[in-house]
Nanobody, 127 residues
Framework: QVQLIESGGGLVQAGGSLRLSCAAS????????MGWFRQAPGKEREFVAG???????????RYGDSVKGRFTISRDNAKNTVYLQMNSLKAEDTAVYYC?????????????????WGQGTQVTVSS
């Protein structure tokens, strides 16, 4: 069974930065599109960022409107890991962040497009 384990969450002040990691196992990582989603209390799960298995192509990354210009998704296929660099954090970024995976070439921006999910990591931004 595919396993996704997120790490790097925590408490940070507004304006600060965090880097989330998602270590994947039991899959051919380079063949999988990876995504980050988040869910704040009382809200639906929201697309944050995605990176295609074809990460060398110009359109390989996608971002949610609320994080464009602040967050960067990247992947290291040698380490089976996807990252989310979060800068200029705001209180409204507070949520549980989830890593997701699906075996396909192109990026997916909707929750139902992913087959595997991690357990999530809490990010809390204090104002």
């Amino acid at each position: 069974q595919v396993q996704l384990i997120e790490s790097g969450g925590g408490l940070v002040q507004a304006g600060g930065s965090l880097r989330l990691s998602c270590a994947a196992s039991r899959l051919s990582f380079s063949s999988y599109t990876m995504g980050w989603f988040r869910q704040a209390p009382g809200k639906e799960r929201e697309f944050v960022a995605g990176i295609a298995s074809r990460s060398w192509s110009a359109d390989s990354t996608r971002y949610g409107d609320s994080v464009k210009g602040r967050f960067t998704i990247s992947r290291d296929n040698a380490k089976n890991t996807v990252y989310l660099q979060m800068n200029s954090l705001k209180a409204e970024d507070t949520a549980v962040y989830y890593c997701a995976a699906v075996r396909r070439l192109t990026t997916v921006v909707y929750e139902g497009g992913y087959d595997y999910w991690g357990q999530g990591t809490q990010v809390t931004v204090s104002s």
